[in-house]
């Protein structure tokens, strides 16, 4: 299983803008690429440079490498409606990101190794597969045993459970469990992704 290695916030600084969670983002405070060259600034991007950025904005955040973002592109153009919106529909639904975003996990990339731990319900039953796609009316939940362990705690003392509830989804913090209410709607997706361009660059 393949995963993004390397410094976590020289993507942020690459583009200019804090695509992680933490709150210490140098992307914050340094207005200018990395590297010896940065203090020059950022040049100004061609089309393809600007579908580009936000291809790779989609793959950071997320935490997906080349093959598996592709193999999303692919599923959402064989979908019915917006290719866009079907897109990240299928990059939200992973099973990590909905560990996230209920508030189990500060990142994602916390969440994914929670689940590849096994410290992650599906139904009740444990599940080790980040990539797993929820469905409506699925369960999903961390080890009861956890609840009162050292990583919880840590977690909701950074405040990742007080982060607001995307419509989609509803989690109980007590129970460390929560409910996939319906698919992921427009307005829950991020708004600093443009993947009208991420499509635009598979599609060339």
Not at 12 to 33: F, I, M
Not at 36 to 57: I, M, S
Not at 180 to 188: H, Q, R, T
């Amino acid at each position: 299983m393949g995963k993004i290695l390397g410094p976590k916030h020289r993507m942020c600084r690459r583009v200019g803008e804090r695509l992680c969670t933490s709150d210490k983002c140098p992307s914050s405070r340094r207005q200018q690429p990395p590297g010896v060259h940065g203090p020059k600034g950022y040049r100004r991007l061609t089309e393809f440079g600007t579908q580009l950025k936000e291809k790779q904005k989609t793959r950071f955040m997320y935490g997906v490498m080349e093959k598996q973002l592709r193999r999303y592109y692919d599923e959402a153009i064989r979908k019915t409606g917006n290719t866009a919106e079907n897109f990240l529909r299928g990059l939200e639904r992973r099973l990590d990101n909905t560990v996230f975003r209920m508030g189990f996990a500060k990142t994602r990339a916390q969440a994914r190794q929670m689940v590849s731990h096994g410290l992650v319900q599906v139904n009740g039953k444990r599940l080790t597969i980040p990539s797993y796609q929820v469905r409506v009316g699925e369960t999903v939940g961390v080890k009861p045993a956890l609840k009162q362990g050292p990583l919880m705690k840590s977690v909701f003392t950074g405040g990742a459970g007080q982060a607001p509830m995307p419509s989609w989804l509803d989690a109980n913090r007590d129970s460390l469990s929560g409910k996939v209410l319906s698919m992921p709607a427009p307005e829950d997706f991020p708004q600093n992704l443009n993947m009208t361009l991420v499509v635009e660059y598979y599609s060339r």
